[in-house]
Each structure stands twice: as structure tokens, then as C-alpha cells.
Nanobody
Framework: QVQLMDSGGDSVQAGGSLRLSCSTS????????IGWFRQAPGKEREGVAV?????????YYADSVKGRFTISRGSAANTVYLQMNNLKPEDTGLYYC?????????????????????WGQGTQVTVSL
């Protein structure tokens, strides 16, 4: 059973930065599709970014975060980071780390949260003006 621990959420002002972390346990999965979804109150869960941990690339992003967010793999391959820069109030939400071991890791993964196998508990990001 894959367990995901996501962390790093906080309250920041618009224009600020945060880095979210997602760690897998009890093993390292060097060929997993790991990414982030977010959900704002009253809205559906939205795919943000995803990366293939085997090589660290390619990675895919939602159009709303391209150029501002960067997803990366840690050196141990059991941690994935989401660097979020130039944050906007519309980035506010509960951010969930998500993982799959056997699905194709491409842009379509971001549009199918119902197919994700493993979820973290979520970490809150709040961006104020």
C-alpha cells in the first residue's frame, strides 16, 4: 500500500512563493506518476502538475500554472516537490499529492482525478491580496 505524505502549505500574500513536498512510503517508487491536484471550496478537484519519477521528465502542467509552478523529483526519488512562485488568490485551495504506479504519465493524467489510486491527506494553500 502506497502512502503519501504531503506538506508545505501555508498562508501567503499574492506574489509570494511556497514549496510543497510529497513523500512516498514505505518504499521508493522509481517509476511512478506523481503529481498534485487542488480543490477550492465549491469547485471540482483540478489537476495542477505531474511528473514521471523514473527519469524526472517529462512533466505536465495545467495552463493556469505554467510558467509559475515547477514540479521536480528529489534525489532519492521518493520525494516530489512543487515549487509555486508568483502565487495568486485563485491558487488558493487544498492541495493533494497523488500517485499511480501503472498508469500512463501524460497530460491526460491531470484531467482524471477519479482514476488516481493513491492520495495524500492534503495541505492548505491560502493566497491573499
Amino acid at each position: 500500500q502506497v502512502q503519501l505524505m504531503d506538506s508545505g502549505g501555508d498562508s501567503v500574500q499574492a506574489g509570494g512563493s511556497l514549496r510543497l513536498s510529497c513523500s512516498t512510503s514505505p518504499y521508493t517508487y522509481p517509476g511512478a506518476c506523481i503529481g498534485w491536484f487542488r480543490q477550492a471550496p465549491g469547485k471540482e478537484r483540478e489537476g495542477v502538475a505531474v511528473i514521471y519519477t523514473g527519469s524526472g521528465e517529462p512533466s505536465y502542467y495545467a495552463d493556469s500554472v505554467k510558467g509559475r509552478f515547477t514540479i521536480s523529483r528529489g534525489s532519492a526519488a521518493n520525494t516530489v516537490y512543487l515549487q509555486m512562485n508568483n502565487l495568486k488568490p485563485e491558487d488558493t485551495g487544498l492541495y493533494y499529492c497523488a500517485a499511480d504506479l501503472f498508469r500512463l504519465c501524460d497530460a491526460s493524467w491531470l484531467g482524471a482525478p477519479d482514476l488516481v489510486n493513491y492520495w495524500g491527506q492534503g495541505t492548505q494553500v491560502t493566497v491573499s491580496l
